[in-house]
């Protein structure tokens, strides 16, 4: 008697894996991922925005929608799911390119899978099929894939706490104009002069403004304690919106915990700014997200609003009181 063993083909050079770790419980991951009010807010790299067309989500169901780039080009997509097993796995066949014709098209077959890791954690992990090594190394090299493919779920991460909690938020009418506060916001010399709780000393270690950079500082009490804190910034859109990560820190920039109590404060802080021009006036609004929280970091979150009202409406106070110098 004879045995035979059925030989499986290797596909690793002509995928593209991508893989991420969520903060957040598996039906709130596959939520975001199939509801289309929540995907156009995070699919695509950085710099992206993404109008859906239709999103039929079912076997045999058609989900078209154009991803417009930051230099105004438009790539329309169109996707026919194959598989959906629900809060477990994802695949459909996908097809996709730049609308002007100047580069490839982009076909493959995608597959996604949602782990439960337990503790309210999920493993979200994406692979793309392509037919040929070629067209795989081709995606790769015009339409940058992978780093693309790391950025959509960097931002899919930062989408997630705002399903878990409320976010904190403050806004505020500035008595300047939009250039003059983005610039308070940007230019080192300018930010060091009032960014921190009002009556609090800044030293401003470091102040690297791009995508990746730190701001990296320490902030001194009036009885003298001294903290440190760092900002890694995600987002940068000139006159109109900031994203960073926020944290207490150490002189050596690693993230540490709040260094004044012993309650379990969130190690990272979504925040987000967005700045509006009103007039020859400025409306700057805060929103601030515990990031990759579990509950009783959010709990403590929740708990420490006044303290947040009283640290960010000093801090917006002193930016006023900066623009009125610089006029």
């Known amino acids: 008697m004879t045995t035979s063993t059925r030989q499986i083909p290797e596909t690793s050079d ?20 199939t509801d289309p009010e929540l995907v156009v ?43 959906i097993v629900p809060l477990e796995r994802i695949v459909y066949s996908h097809g996709g390119g730049r609308d002007d014709g100047a580069a490839p098209g982009a076909n493959f077959v995608a597959t996604w899978v949602f782990k439960d890791e337990g503790s ?32 959509t779920l960097e931002r ?13 938020v403050l806004m505020r009418e500035f ?14 010399e300018r930010f060091a002069q009032w960014f921190g709780p009002k009556g609090f000393k800044m030293n401003l270690r470091k102040f690297d403004l791009r995508p990746g950079g730190v701001c990296h500082y320490s902030i001194t009490t009036p009885d003298g304690k001294e903290m440190w804190g760092k900002a890694v910034y995600r987002e940068i859109v000139s ?8 944290s207490f820190s150490d002189p ?14 969130p190690l990272q802080l979504l925040t987000t700014i ?20 579990d509950d009783e970091e959010r709990r403590v979150f929740e708990a420490g609003r006044p303290g947040m009202s009283a640290g960010w409406g000093g801090t917006f106070e002193q930016l006023a009181s900066c623009l009125a110098t610089q006029r």
Do not use: C
């Not at 006159?239 to 926020?246: D, E, S």
């Open 14 to 33: 002509r995928e593209i894996t991508l893989s991420r770790l969520f903060h957040a419980p598996r039906e709130l991951v596959w939520k975001a991922w």
């Open 41 to 83: 807010r995070w699919w695509g790299p950085r710099g992206f925005t993404t109008t859906i067309e239709t999103m039929d989500f079912r076997v045999g169901g058609v989900w078209k929608h154009v991803m417009h780039g930051p230099d105004g080009k438009n790539f329309p997509n169109k996707s026919i799911f194959r598989e």
């Open 120 to 151: 309210g954690m999920t493993r979200l992990t994406g692979t793309m099929l392509f037919a040929t090594k070629e067209a795989r190394d081709t995606v790769v090299r015009e339409y940058g894939a992978i780093e693309g493919g790391r950025q």
């Open 156 to 168: 899919l991460s930062e989408q997630l706490p705002a399903l878990q909690g409320q976010p904190f």
């Open 175 to 188: 008595d300047a104009p939009l250039e003059l506060v983005w610039r308070a916001w940007t230019e080192r």
């Open 239 to 246: 006159q109109a919106k900031l994203v960073w990560i926020n």
């Open 252 to 265: 050596d920039a690693s993230v540490t915990r709040h260094p004044l109590t012993t309650d379990k404060w």
């Open 274 to 293: 967005t700045f509006a021009a009103k007039g020859d006036k400025t409306v700057v609004t805060l929103h601030w997200l515990p990031y990759e929280a």
